[in-house]
């Protein structure tokens, strides 16, 4: 089955081979109890990986959706978000700008609900995108300006990357995404940025265990990248002002969520753990078994008016 697509932002999905024969009760189940929400589509957006495409996700992508067709034969696509991986602000505000690239494509097709689902560093990706959709235009064109050397040439006016500007035009004209409602879900370290929810968002977030990678100051981008490197100084400026604190410093965290430790799943003959930073260090029964934990309580916190079964 070839993965519904949506322009830009969604990126390519390989496939993984597994056991979704196996898992296909479990599947079933999920793909329903999704269904009889009124969920549209299911958003995967990958952790820190940085330069290249989290196979981990890429995989797990592909598999999600395949499994959730043939366990349920309903139609809930599964797409993947795909951003640099880079932890600087530049880096967030694009992978945030490649999200609400995503979801403006999806809004266009009719109201609906989709569920984004983030790894690891994601969670400041998905922090940031929440801001972007609550604020107003004066706050949004400020953020983009602050980026403009990084997707329009300087002088010649010239938008290289036109996803930014698309972005930018629709959000300038609020409300942006009226007709979405969000269900996010993190698996991840305390965001950067606070989480800014109205009406049409609700949050879940698992608690990544700590890593040196989610403390570490994260590094700019590189000398020779005069542009991204000049956005994401501007960037780190305008959020570390006292204005756009209370909006995007993580010092205002109010958590209007849950905040959860991250699932406990049977692994290696009975025994229980948690993954570590890195997913691909598991093997692939145990990364699905996780997965499927996870998504099962998510089904059960979020779309809870259908007792879901599980194996």
């Known amino acids: 089955m070839v993965p519904t697509s949506v322009p830009a932002a969604l990126g ?7 056991a979704v024969d196996a898992l296909g009760p ?13 969920l549209a589509a299911l958003l995967l957006i990958p952790g820190s990986h940085p330069g290249e ?19 349920g034969g309903l139609l809930i ?11 600087h602000d530049l880096g967030c505000a694009d992978g945030a700008v490649r999200l609400l690239d995503a979801l403006l494509a999806l809004e266009k097709k009719a109201p609906q609900r989709v569920l984004l689902l983030g790894l690891s560093q994601a969670a400041h990706v998905l922090a940031l995108a929440s801001c972007l959709i609550a604020a107003g235009p004066e706050t949004v064109t400020k953020v983009f300006q602050a980026a403009r050397v990084y997707y329009r040439w300087p002088l010649l006016g010239c938008v290289d990357i036109p996803m930014w500007e698309r972005v930018r035009r629709r959000l ?3 409300p942006a995404l009226a007709d979405c409602l969000l269900d996010i879900v993190v698996w991840g370290p305390v965001a950067r940025y606070s989480w800014r929810l109205d ?15 989610c403390v570490e100051p994260p590094r700019p981008p590189e000398r020779a990248a005069w542009r991204a490197r000049l956005a994401d100084r501007r960037l780190r400026l305008l959020f570390n002002s006292s204005q756009f604190r209370s909006q995007f410093g993580a010092e205002s965290m109010g958590w209007p969520a849950a905040v959860l430790e991250s699932p406990v799943v049977p692994v290696r003959q009975g025994e229980h ?7 691909q260090n598991w093997s692939l029964s145990e990364r699905q078994q996780w997965t499927l934990a996870l998504v099962e309580e998510v089904v059960r916190r979020f779309y809870a008016g259908r007792q879901l079964k599980v194996a």
Do not use: I, K, N, Y
């Not at 495409?53 to 366990?71: M, V």
């Open 77 to 87: 696509p599964v797409h993947l978000v795909e951003w640099s991986g880079e932890g």
């Open 199 to 213: 009406s049409r968002m609700r949050l879940l977030h698992f608690v990544q265990p700590a890593t040196a990678e």
């Open 273 to 279: 753990a948690t993954p570590g930073p890195d997913l």
């Open 26 to 38: 479990r599947l079933a189940e999920l793909a329903h109890a999704l269904s009889e929400h009124g």
């Open 53 to 71: 495409t989290d196979p981990f996700c890429d995989r797990l992508a592909r598999w999600l959706e395949t499994g959730l067709h043939t366990g």
């Open 12 to 18: 390519r999905r390989a496939t993984w081979s597994g």
């Open 172 to 174: 300038e004209r609020s």
